[in-house]
Every structure is written in C-alpha cells, then in structure tokens.
C-alpha cells in the first residue's frame, strides 16, 4: 500500500482538519481528522480538495514518489479510467 497523501486544510465551521487520501487496490479514499486524538472519517471530497490532491500527487510523481497508476487514478477523480 502506498503512503497516503495529506495536507492540511482550515475550515470555517470544523476548524483545522488534517486530510489524506489513501489508495488501496484501485480504490480512492479521503480521510479527514479534526483533532490529534480525533477518530479518522471518510468523507466525500470538493472541488477543492480535488485540485489540491491533483496538484500535489503530480508534484510527488516528478519526485518519484508516486506511481504512474495511482496517478491515473487520481486525475480520474476516483472513477474507473
């Protein structure tokens, strides 16, 4: 399984989470944490959160850091390409 990516994100009524998405098989998923001690939730992600995973997975694949294929997926936005 390869590392999650994460940032981290300030909204207005939650305050400051913590995001990542995680791939497992083909399988996309965003996870957030509101505190440090907080339970990690699966939420569906905006617009927003879309072109930040975007932005940052394409500058870890220059780095090597991700793979091609997950890549894919993730310019996909989650769907089968």
């Known amino acids: 399984m ?3 990516i994460g940032w981290i994100k ?3 009524e939650l305050g400051k989470l913590k995001i990542e998405a995680r791939i497992f098989g083909n399988k996309l998923t965003f996870h957030r944490q509101a505190g440090r001690f907080e339970q990690w939730e699966e939420f569906t ?8 995973i975007c932005e940052l997975a394409e500058n870890k694949f220059q780095r090597g850091k ?3 294929q997950h890549l894919k997926i993730i310019q996909a936005r989650g769907r089968k390409f």
């Open 66 to 68: 991700v793979q091609a």
């Open 10 to 12: 300030r909204d207005p």
């Open 2 to 4: 390869p590392r999650p």
């Open 45 to 52: 992600p905006n617009d927003e959160d879309w072109d930040t």
